[in-house]
T-cell receptor, first 112, second 109 residues
């Protein structure tokens, strides 16, 4: 069966420090991968999505970047965190042919 | 550009009352529409999708292309329905999935 792992679950980082959140998928190949930020009253904001290795689409200008070094690995990064980067980040995957999205457990990032 | 609108941030109903969570979308083509639910301390998960045309946990949703709506309905609310509900759209043939801002459903005993 397919599973999605996202870590860490919680993270507290100082302003100006780097960030790396990792998401991996098991049990499937060539998934479409997504990073969302979930905020109260703003719903799920799509940050990045990827349809293949090295292929990244960015949805909103921001202090974050994404990479897909392997087929089932999706990484969310920042070189220097801002206070406004605090939030709840969700990774998701969808089969290449479309259909249901499967979400990770999420990462609560607090920038102090 | 595609957009999903959920006008209600919070919907409170009494147990046994009917529920309707509104979702409107804007997209010129033929989209795929979904409802996702997030129960307390659980992962976001699929509730239903319009192409399945099925009822899940008593919930149904009909795609109305004329009104560009995909409202979620249940005739009799139950306490366990209390959760956060998100409407989502995926344009046909494309991979970008857009979510609405979500509606928190609160079922009062």
């Amino acid at each position: 069966s397919q599973t999605i792992h996202q870590w860490p679950a919680t993270l507290v980082q100082p302003v100006g420090s780097p960030l790396s959140l990792e998401c991996t998928v098991e049990g499937t190949s060539n998934p479409n991968l997504y990073w969302y930020r979930q905020a109260a009253g703003r719903g799920l904001q799509l940050l990045f999505y990827s349809v293949g290795i090295g292929q990244i689409s960015s949805e909103v200008p921001q202090n974050l970047s994404a990479s897909r070094p392997q087929d089932r690995q999706f990484i969310l990064s920042s070189k220097k965190l801002l206070l406004s980067d605090s939030g709840f980040y969700l990774c998701a995957w969808i089969p290449a042919g479309g259909g249901e999205a499967f979400f990770g457990q999420g990462t609560r990032l607090t920038v102090v | 550009a595609q957009r999903v609108t959920q006008p209600e941030k919070l919907l409170s109903v009494f147990k046994g009352a009917p529920v309707e969570l509104k979702c409107n979308y804007s997209y010129s083509g033929s989209p795929e529409l979904f409802w996702y639910v997030q129960y307390s301390r659980q992962r976001l998960q699929l509730l239903l999708r319009h192409i399945s045309r099925e009822s899940i946990k008593g919930f149904t949703a009909d795609l109305n292309k004329g009104e560009t709506s995909f409202h979620l309905k249940k005739p009799f609310a139950q306490e366990e329905d209390s959760a956060m509900y998100y409407c989502a759209l995926r344009p046909g043939g494309y991979q970008k999935v857009t979510f609405g801002t979500g509606t928190k459903l609160q079922v009062i005993p």
